[in-house]
């Protein structure tokens, strides 16, 4: 069985992921990563992401603004 370790994607994927979620009980275990980038990335997106998942590994705004 293998699991996704590593994800990149854009804010508003992640806003899609996050209310998929919400019907979920958790994240993922195999995710280590996140990676956002090719838009602005909200702050309160990052504390919901934060707040929902059980890792700290979570790479923003690569892109710039």
């Given at each position: 069985h293998f699991g996704i370790t590593l994800m990149e994607l854009v804010p508003t994927q992640l806003q899609f992921i996050l209310d998929e979620l919400r019907q979920r009980e958790d994240v993922p275990v195999s995710l280590r990563?996140?990676?956002?980038t090719g838009e602005a990335?909200?702050?309160?997106?990052?504390?919901?992401?934060?707040?929902?998942?059980s890792f700290p590994s979570l790479t923003p705004e690569l892109h710039g603004n």
């Amino acid at each position: 069985h293998f699991g996704i370790t590593l994800m990149e994607l854009v804010p508003t994927q992640l806003q899609f992921i996050l209310d998929e979620l919400r019907q979920r009980e958790d994240v993922p275990v195999s995710l280590r990563w996140l990676v956002v980038t090719g838009e602005a990335f909200p702050p309160a997106l990052a504390r919901a992401w934060l707040a929902r998942s059980s890792f700290p590994s979570l790479t923003p705004e690569l892109h710039g603004n």
